[in-house]
């Protein structure tokens, strides 16, 4: 057999992979009865059959099971061999005779000893190697698999599970997660890590900790992006089902937490400071678009855009989208109701929201210059007559080209442009900016339980929002001697 191989070998072979893999980790499955016939499945496609009359006299001897179980091993290697180049493969099977037998790649029995060498020779021209470990017992056929291995099977049910688990966490946050573990995978093999026999790295408190210095040293990352890096490594584990060292909730990562703290002393302090967009900020912005900058339509967007964001105390990303518009969670026509003395600004999805049950932000007329009611009514007029047969599902704020408002390359580069025009440092502010200049303004106007109702806060955090400037506080010590 060597012989003829060897005359035919193009003396090329490529390096197995460093890890194995388990059969039924890539889809393949083998068995075989004794009285029906024997069948393999790998990926989609599958064989079965009875057995052959001219393999009666070897059936009926001693060594029948052995035969039958490798019989349907070579069949798959037979038909599928070529899909398994470079693989360190790992066949189960539950007759002890047969791992043996693989195992030492030989066989007293000539008959079972003629299918060793097929699947041998299968293996050298296909460039993948094989073993055997024993199942077990054959005496309860449904635990020949592991319980995940068996519910996995379950095609639909399974994609199920994992459509659940991608929406459990934001579509953003899933993106920094993925973006933590990918620079912890990249940390390791930039280390000479290689992790064998599993397709998660290894996880330890010495290796997070040095991951996070190296993510502080040399990436210049601040402490609330390396913790939500290991938030994510940590969601990674947990969405793959694999134990870590986060699995033990009693256990924990003191040194981890110390380090954290070390990090927060020596990064360096951000001196940019976000400014608020105030009332005043908001007139002057809204004059401008009226005397005609960009197209009619775009002075109109973004008037209407700016007011209800301010009036709204909404976030930047809860009016525009970053790069496509889903009808599921960004702001639809059919969200926006229009009534006698007011508009209703229904939310679908907020941070605050991560269950998606939605909030009705009512924005009433104010009777000023600048009312969130009238910008709105002069937008949608303007929308409908441009946009005719627009549908209820379609984006509400949408640019000229029809496609959702977007946040950073339309919106607050226009706002910035805008700001820039008017002597503004426009480099101070951004789209959280008409949050903080609604939550400013409220500040010295409103009891603090209508700012927090009206900004949708849970907690105190709203007062991080409110922006004192220094006449004030001059005012307040001056009533101290009054």
């Given at each position: 057999?060597?012989?003829?191989?060897?005359?035919?070998?193009?003396?090329?072979?490529?390096?197995?992979?460093?890890?194995?893999?388990?059969?039924?980790?890539?889809?393949?499955?083998?068995?075989?009865?004794?009285?029906?016939?024997?069948?393999?499945?790998?990926?989609?496609?599958?064989?079965?059959?009875?057995?052959?009359?001219?393999?009666?006299?070897?059936?009926?001897?001693?060594?029948?099971?052995?035969?039958?179980?490798?019989?349907?091993?070579?069949?798959?290697?037979?038909?599928?061999?070529?899909?398994?180049?470079?693989?360190?493969?790992?066949?189960?099977?539950?007759?002890?005779?047969?791992?043996?037998?693989?195992?030492?790649?030989?066989?007293?029995?000539?008959?079972?000893?003629?299918?060793?060498?097929?699947?041998?020779?299968?293996?050298?021209?296909?460039?993948?190697?094989?073993?055997?470990?024993?199942?077990?017992?054959?005496?309860?056929r449904c635990t020949?698999?592991?319980?995940?291995?068996?519910?996995?099977?379950?095609?639909?049910?399974?994609?199920?599970?994992?459509?659940?688990?991608?929406?459990?966490?934001?579509?953003?946050?899933?993106?920094?997660?993925?973006?933590?573990?990918?620079?912890?995978?990249?940390?390791?093999?930039?280390?000479?890590?290689?992790?064998?026999?599993?397709?998660?790295?290894?996880?330890?408190?010495?290796?997070?900790?040095?991951?996070?210095?190296?993510?502080?040293?040399?990436?210049?990352?601040?402490?609330?992006?390396?913790?939500?890096?290991?938030?994510?490594?940590?969601?990674?584990?947990?969405?793959?089902?694999?134990?870590?060292?986060?699995?033990?909730?009693?256990?924990?990562?003191?040194?981890?937490?110390?380090?954290?703290?070390?990090?927060?002393?020596?990064?360096?302090?951000?001196?940019?400071?976000?400014?608020?967009?105030?009332?005043?900020?908001?007139?002057?912005?809204?004059?401008?678009?009226?005397?005609?900058?960009?197209?009619?339509?775009?002075?109109?967007?973004?008037?209407?855009?700016?007011?209800?964001?301010?009036?709204?105390?909404?976030r930047c990303g809860?009016?525009?989208?970053?790069?496509?518009?889903?009808?599921?969670?960004?702001?639809?026509?059919?969200?926006?109701?229009?009534?006698?003395?007011?508009?209703?600004?229904?939310?679908?999805?907020?941070?605050?929201?991560?269950?998606?049950?939605?909030?009705?932000?009512?924005?009433?007329?104010?009777?000023?210059?600048?009312?969130?009611?009238?910008?709105?009514?002069?937008?949608?007029?303007?929308?409908?007559?441009?946009?005719?047969?627009?549908?209820?599902?379609?984006?509400?704020?949408?640019?000229?080209?029809?496609?959702?408002?977007?946040?950073?390359?339309?919106?607050?580069?226009?706002?910035?442009?805008?700001?820039?025009?008017?002597?503004?440092?426009?480099?101070?502010?951004?789209?959280?900016?008409?949050?903080?200049?609604?939550?400013?303004?409220?500040?010295s106007k409103i009891?603090?339980?209508?700012?927090?109702?009206?900004?949708?806060?849970?907690?105190?955090?709203?007062?991080?929002?409110?922006?004192?400037?220094?006449?004030?506080?001059?005012?307040?010590?001056?009533?101290?001697?009054?």
């Amino acid at each position: 057999m060597w012989y003829i191989f060897l005359k035919q070998w193009n003396c090329v072979s490529f390096f197995y992979d460093t890890f194995t893999t388990n059969a039924a980790d890539f889809e393949l499955y083998t068995d075989a009865a004794s009285t029906l016939g024997f069948g393999g499945y790998f990926k989609g496609h599958w064989f079965c059959s009875s057995w052959p009359p001219e393999l009666q006299n070897i059936l009926d001897s001693d060594m029948s099971m052995a035969f039958r179980e490798l019989y349907p091993i070579v069949v798959a290697a037979v038909l599928w061999g070529k899909h398994w180049t470079r693989k360190r493969i790992v066949f189960h099977c539950d007759n002890e005779s047969t791992v043996n037998i693989i195992n030492k790649g030989r066989s007293k029995v000539q008959d079972i000893m003629k299918l060793m060498r097929k699947l041998t020779w299968l293996a050298a021209i296909n460039n993948f190697t094989f073993s055997n470990v024993p199942e077990r017992s054959a005496g309860s056929r449904c635990t020949s698999h592991d319980l995940s291995a068996l519910l996995t099977r379950n095609v639909e049910l399974t994609n199920s599970v994992s459509c659940l688990l991608k929406t459990s966490i934001a579509p953003r946050t899933r993106t920094q997660y993925e973006c933590g573990y990918s620079a912890y995978a990249t940390f390791l093999r930039m280390t000479g890590v290689i992790w064998l026999n599993s397709d998660m790295p290894p996880l330890t408190e010495e290796s997070l900790i040095h991951f996070a210095t190296h993510c502080f040293k040399n990436l210049h990352l601040k402490c609330s992006t390396i913790k939500m890096y290991i938030c994510g490594i940590r969601y990674k584990y947990l969405e793959n089902g694999k134990t870590s060292i986060f699995s033990d909730s009693s256990d924990k990562l003191y040194r981890l937490d110390a380090l954290y703290r070390g990090i927060k002393k020596n990064e360096k302090k951000s001196t940019k400071p976000r400014l608020p967009i105030t009332f005043t900020i908001l007139k002057d912005i809204c004059q401008f678009l009226r005397k005609g900058y960009y197209t009619p339509y775009v002075d109109i967007l973004l008037e209407a855009a700016c007011v209800t964001a301010y009036f709204g105390f909404l976030r930047c990303g809860e009016f525009t989208v970053l790069h496509s518009f889903d009808s599921e969670c960004n702001v639809s026509i059919e969200d926006i109701r229009f009534l006698k003395d007011k508009v209703t600004f229904h939310l679908k999805a907020s941070k605050t929201d991560p269950f998606r049950e939605g909030v009705d932000i009512h924005l009433f007329a104010s009777g000023a210059s600048v009312c969130p009611v009238l910008s709105l009514e002069r937008y949608m007029d303007y929308r409908t007559r441009k946009f005719k047969d627009s549908k209820s599902q379609d984006a509400f704020f949408v640019m000229e080209n029809r496609k959702a408002l977007t946040r950073r390359n339309y919106f607050i580069s226009s706002l910035k442009n805008i700001l820039a025009v008017l002597g503004y440092n426009s480099d101070l502010y951004n789209g959280h900016s008409f949050r903080i200049g609604a939550s400013t303004t409220a500040g010295s106007k409103i009891e603090d339980h209508l700012i927090q109702t009206l900004g949708r806060w849970s907690s105190q955090c709203y007062t991080r929002y409110i922006r004192t400037s220094l006449s004030t506080i001059q005012q307040a010590q001056q009533a101290l001697v009054e």
